[in-house]
Every structure is written in structure tokens, then in C-alpha cells.
């Protein structure tokens, strides 16, 4: 299933990377897609919300590993040999733009594909949307 | 010029004007170099209009023509309309000379020779008509390019003055971010070393161990040989023909069991020695490690000590304004410095002088008493803030007292009582007492008047200061005096954490923040301890697994016998809180980065260390932890007339105008923040609610226009008045700057009237929320 070549060689095609997470296949942009890491050794983030599953120190940067298990109903996950899908966004929150790391956490190794842009994105991930919307927030604004 | 003092402004003025002079000789080389590369011209451009507007706000009318003419010449430039050959380069050349000579005067307190205009003007216009022929819009003349290439030695033509190196001396300047790279990297390099030392012990445990087994082996194979000597004698037979006429007792006999063990003997002892020779190699390589980390400590303090200055630079800024406070509140002070050399780091030097400046301010206007009422008091007439700094190891204490009326606690406990935050009947200390002006919104200029409180800003102060990881404390002596004591690190790249543990979590916290480690015996559910005892004085107490709802360790069961915990007590600035943990892991030395953004929002946390085997650890700002026990006290800042406590954001890129306007707004008591382009200034209102923003149009990295957009475009920002200030008079640009959304506009020099007008009519009282 490396190449999936739907006939309208006019359509356009793009490149995904393809993670499973309990019973769900997560699609992400390919070109968001920094690196694929050990989702190990995980720090716990006391007080973070449940979809964080942890911290990962990858080359003197920490990313927040995210569990979309807790975010999306997916069935039964198993994290046994689960890796890490790393992303650069660059996204523009109220007045500045900032560009960070965040991290998937996918059962086993992702692997990508090619679709026209016929298919249904229904699993596909925003990830600006997504940094903007999950990010963590103060509980109560300060002052 | 109420506030406003022009030799401290010229201060300023001659640092920036030493950068404009810098880039201009650069610029004007460089196109004498290359002509007509546009990114040069238009940074010239930029710094002979800087330069100009700077210097026409200290009333260096004749650098700032000069300058003026020089921007003219320098659009020509850019617009085509005149091209760069030798006679520009030169008028150039010439024009900056005589405005270094103008400032050269006006530093060594000369002040400026108006005759030079004439000259320069005239020597303009004569280089001007030379080369006007040579416009407009045809390819530039060969000759002066080809000559251009070749410069000959400027004096010839004319210098002003003989061609003195500018404000030279024996000194490299060096970007404060390149200090704070190397510093980075510095860093990275201690990380690694903690790591190789630590690898060092563990190989070190290994050689033990595997000695140990040695040992073990050896033992048990000595026993085994004798166990087997004794059981089995009688069934040896000897099979070496040469030996069988020896009796038992007369040869030693070698059976194969006894041979090997005596291999494995020997095996041992040299796997020994080899772990000796081992172990010894560790221990200089620990010891050269060791070494490594001295050098490394002793490398860190010379860049650091590149990146310090003396804080007595600091003080010194605050001569002109104390004088021109006292004049305008009618009061006598007299200011005196000690330990202005002691040095702090560039960063945090910056950083402390808004602190310092309310504090100083607060101690003029509700501290100090007017002279009749201090001589019926018989205080000196005249009333004294002493400022002074000292180095306490890592740590530098400024201390800011004044001999003036104090605080006064009756007022603070009447106040809290009234505002429902205390019961009349539960007086608490003077300690407790006087943390409450550090309470948002707790002390009110009317009471801060009436009871000579610290006024607002205390609360501002110790944000500011516990930003920078320092603290800030207050003592009072009602009647004779206050004194505030800041305590900040003396540098900020490398900070000293204490490791602790809590829920089989590792944390750090920077070591500045704790008063002290003490053990606390707990004898109930570590859950239900909320106050302990603490030098006499009750303080709030936490155990830092129940706050992040994490297990505590098995480890200390409930009830059954007392168990000592470690709490550490963490200096908040107004008060002493313990925070209580499972377990001391150690201290260290490492870099504290800040969060990953997308975690931003975990307050508890100021940023994250990686050991050095590669753990994460958090950092925990106590000041947060136990924030929210304050929080409850906290009531709505009482409004009042005038404009106490409104923030107005400054943005410019010359630092004169900012000063100018900030010096003008304080006076007027406004909160000023500024910035120096609209990158900067969007940072600011990311952190800083403001109440309106002053702004410049043309300015590096972001201009004007596009922050108005931004500002404009923002939900959150909208509402607030951008007024725009800025020496474009063109309708166009006062039309494209209200279109983009701007209120009002300001044209550079302004007066004061405007300013004060724009003021009322955005910033009117009643709308102060």
C-alpha cells in the first residue's frame, strides 16, 4: 500500500504520513512531519491535561507527546512499542507567529502514502488547527 | 518640561548618536565601495533620520539640520534623483564628520557651533550643483565610479577636524546576543560534563562490582578446591609414571581440579589488578573532568563577566529624576550611592530599572515628608534615599532606603479589615502586615497617601523582579524610614537548581528562590498540613504531590509513627511559604529553558532542565504554586482620578524619543513600556495589558503601519488608541496611518500641549475600568 494511485492522474496528489492509534488510522501532511522517534524515554507532565501523554527530550528540545486516544474515540490503544510522530508547526496565535515541536504518539512505526485529493480527509489532521485548539491553556487568564 | 530633564536625555542622545555615527561611517564606506546598493542607502536613510529626530528632541538644532540634509541627500540617493559618485561620497564623509565634531562638543559639554551649518550648507550646495548635472535618471558618469574604487585619503578634501577614531578606546563591541550564545553553548558544554562525570561514577560503581564478584569467585573456588582436596584423595591415582615413587606427604600433587582452580586464581588476581589499574585511570579521569568544569566555571565568568556591568550605571540614571521629583512634590532629598562597581549582568541590569524606579518614586512621594514636616520631627530637613548594592555570593543585593515617614501597619491592617481580607480582631504580624501592599490592588494611592503605604506598583515590582528569578522584601521602622531590599542572581545564563522529588517525579527549582531545606516531622496524612511553624511565624505549607495530584511514594505510611519530610521554604517576596516534597535529590548547575509552547499554559511550570542523563525535569515557580492563596485576598483596584496606574506603550526605534515620551508620561505617573519596533511592541502587549500605544511609523524589523494593522486586526487588542507619532508630516502618511485604523496623529518635534491633549481625549478619566 505504498503507492496508492486513484486513475485521475489529473488530481492532485499529496504525500501523508499514516499513524494507527487504537482502531483509527491519523493522517498527517507529510511536509509537517519533522521525524519519527522512540515515543521513550516519556517524563510524566503532572497537571497537564489527559491527552498529554508525556514529555520526550529529543536533542536538547522537549516535545509533548500527544495521545489523540483521549481526544478522539478510537477503541483500545496499545502503547506497547508505540513511536513518536514529531511535527514542526508554525502557527500564529493572537499576535505573534511561533513555531515549536509537538509529538503523536502512534502504535508502531507510521508509514506513508500518496492519495489524490479525492479521498475523504475525515482522519486527517490539522495541525495548525490542532496546536491552536489543544494547546494548553492557563486555567484562569492572569490579570 | 515637568519631569523632563535634558541632560539626561542627552545622555541618552550621545549613546544613541554614537550608534547612528557608527552605522553612517559604515554605510557611506560601503557605498563608496559599491554605489547604488539600496539596502545601504536605505539603512543611511534610517540613521540620518533617526539621528535628526533624536537630535532635534535635545535641542541640537544645528547636528539635527545637518543630519536633516544629510537624509535629504541620502532620499535623492535613493529615489535615483542623485547618484552616489565621489563628490557624494565625500559631502557625506564630510557632513558626518562635522556632526561628530558637533557631538564630540556637545559631550565634552561644549555645546554646538551654530556656525557650522553655514559651512556645511554651503559646502552641500556647492557639491550638490557639481553633480546635478549628472541627474536625472542616466546611467551614473564612469569617471567618478572608476575613481570611487580607488579612494584617495579623505583629509585631503577636507575634513572638518583632523580624523579623530570615534569614541574609540581599547574595547571591542560585541552584540550582547553573541554573549548570550556563547553563553548558551557554555551551557550545553556543562550539561555534557555533568553527564561524563556522572558516567565516570557508574563506570567506577561497575569496576566495584565486578571486583566484588571476583572476590566472590575466587572465594568459592578456594573453598570448592579445599572441599575437593579433602573428600577425594584416596581415589587419585597418579597417572605420571615419574612420580609414582613420591609418597603423599613428599610431592605436591597437581590433579586437574587443582590446577584449574589455581588458573582461575591467578585469572582473578589479574582481572584485579586490571580493575585496580582501571579504577586508578577513572580516578584522574574524573579528576581531569573535574578540571574540565573548573575551566568551564572559569570560561563562564569571563563571558559573564563581558556581559556585566556596574551597577552604579543604573544608579546614576536615577540622579536627574529624583532631583526633579523632589522639586516637583516640594520635598528636599538628597540621594547618596554605595557600591556602585559591584557588577550584574547586562540582562537583569535592564531589567531592574522600572523596579527601582517605583520604588525610588514611592519613596519620594509618600515616604519623605515635606521639610517643615520633618524638622517638626526632628528629622533632618533634608530626607535621604540611600542606594546601595552588594554581592552576596551568587546574588546581588540593591538595597533602596529612605529615612522618611515608613509604613504605617495600623493603616495597612485598617485597610485590610476593610476591605473584609482580615477580622479586626486577628491583628497579625508587622511581617504579615506589610506583605499586603504586595497584594494586586490592595494598596491604593488614596491609601497609599493617606497611610504612606508603597503605593500601587509593589505588586508590578515583585512581578518584575521575580521574572528575573529575584525577590523583593520590605522593612519598615514607622516614623524613621523604609527600607526595600531586591535580591536578584548576578547572572542569568546558568542557574543553580536544587533537585527535589516528589510522586516519583523529578523537579528543579532555581536555588535563588529558596530561604532554606528544613525536615518537617509529619505525623498526619501529609494532605491535611496547610500552616507550619517556621522561625516562630505561622506560613502556609503544601506538599507538592497533593497540588499536582500525583501519588505520594509508598514510602511514608499515615498515622502509625512520625516521618520527617523535607520542605523547602520558598522566599515569595511578601511572605514564606513551605512547599513539601518526598525527597531531596541534590543541587546542580544547568540551563533552564522555557516551556514548549504548546504547554504554555502550565503556569505551575517557568520552563524545563534535561539532566545530564537525559531526564526532564520541570521547573517549578513557587510564586505561581501558591498563588492562588492570595488571589482570594485580592480585591479590584480602587480607581481614582488622574492617570495612576494606566500603561501606555511606547514604540520607537530611537531611544531618545522613547525616553523623551517615557520621561514625559511618568511624570504624568503613567506606567510606560516601550519598544523599539513592532516586533518588540507586540511581545509587550502579549504580556501587558495597555491602555494605549504611541507609535512611529518608520522603524526596523516591523514599521509602524503593519503594527497598526496587527494591533487593529486583533480581537483582543482593537480597542486599544494607537496614536502615531512621527516626523512625516505628508498628509499621505497621516491619511494611510488613520486608515489603517490609527486615532491620532502626532507630528515629531511635538509639544507637550498635544500630547497632554491626545491624552485627555482617549485616556479620559471616566472610563478607567
Sequence with gaps: ?143 | MAGVNRSELLEYFLSEAEDHINTLQRGISEIEAAPGSDTVIEDLYRAAHTLKGAAALVKLTTTSNIAHRMEDILEGLKDKKITAGREIVDLLFYMLDSIKGLVQDVSEGRGEDPAIEQEVFARADEALSKVATAVPGKVPPKAPELEAVVPEKREAVGRRKEDFEFFSGNFVKVDVRKVEEMLNLIGEITIKKNYLLQKTKETGEISDEIFFAGRRLLKEITEFADRYAYSLPDNVRYTDPLLSEFGELEFDRYDELNLFSRKLQEITNDITEALKDLSDFFESFGDDVKTIGNMIKMLRSDISEARMVEIGRLFQRFVRPIKDMARQYDKKVELLISGGDTKIDKVIFERLFDPLMHIIRNAIIHGIERADERLQKGKKEEGLIFLSARREGNTVVIEINDNGRGIDTDRLFEEAVRKGLLTPDSRPSKEDLLSLIFVPGFTTTEIADMASGRGMGMSAVRRLISAINGVVEVDTDVGWGTTCRIKVPSSLAITNVIVFSSGGVEFVMPSGLLEEIIQLEVTDAVESVTTITYRGRDIHAMSLSEKLGISQQGRFTVGSFSNALPAIICNLTDRKAALIVDEIVGQEETIIKPMNRFLGGLYIYSGTTISGDGRVRFVINPLRIFEEHIQPVAARPVTEEGYEGRRVLIVDDSLSVRKYVSAFLEAKRFKVYSASNGVEALNILDETPVDMVITDLEMPVMHGYELINRIKGSERLKDIPVIVLTSRSAEKHREKAIDSGAEDFLVKPFDEKSLSEILRKYLSTADLA
Excluded at chain 1, 498527517?28 to 489527559?50: I, K, N, Y
Excluded at chain 1, 516535545?63 to 483521549?70: F, H, M, R, V, Y
Design chain 1, 1 to 143: 500500500m505504498n503507492k496508492d494511485k486513484k486513475e485521475g492522474a489529473g488530481a492532485e496528489e499529496s504525500t501523508f504520513c499514516i499513524f494507527k492509534v487504537g482502531d483509527r488510522d491519523f493522517l498527517l501532511p507529510v511536509e509537517f512531519v519533522r521525524e519519527v522517534t522512540d515515543a521513550s524515554p516519556l517524563f510524566p507532565v503532572p497537571m497537564s491535561p489527559e491527552y498529554i501523554h508525556g514529555v520526550v527530550a529529543l536533542r536538547g528540545r522537549i516535545i509533548p507527546a500527544i495521545d489523540l486516544s483521549k481526544i478522539y474515540p478510537v477503541g483500545k490503544t496499545n502503547y506497547s512499542d508505540a513511536k513518536l510522530v514529531v511535527v514542526d508547526v508554525e502557527v500564529e496565535l493572537v499576535r505573534e507567529v511561533i513555531s515549536e515541536n509537538i509529538g503523536f504518539v502512534s502504535e508502531g512505526l507510521p508509514y506513508f502514502a500518496t492519495f489524490g485529493s479525492d479521498i475523504p480527509l475525515r482522519d486527517m489532521i490539522d495541525v495548525k488547527d490542532f496546536f491552536r485548539n489543544y494547546r494548553v491553556k492557563e486555567p484562569h487568564g492572569r490579570g
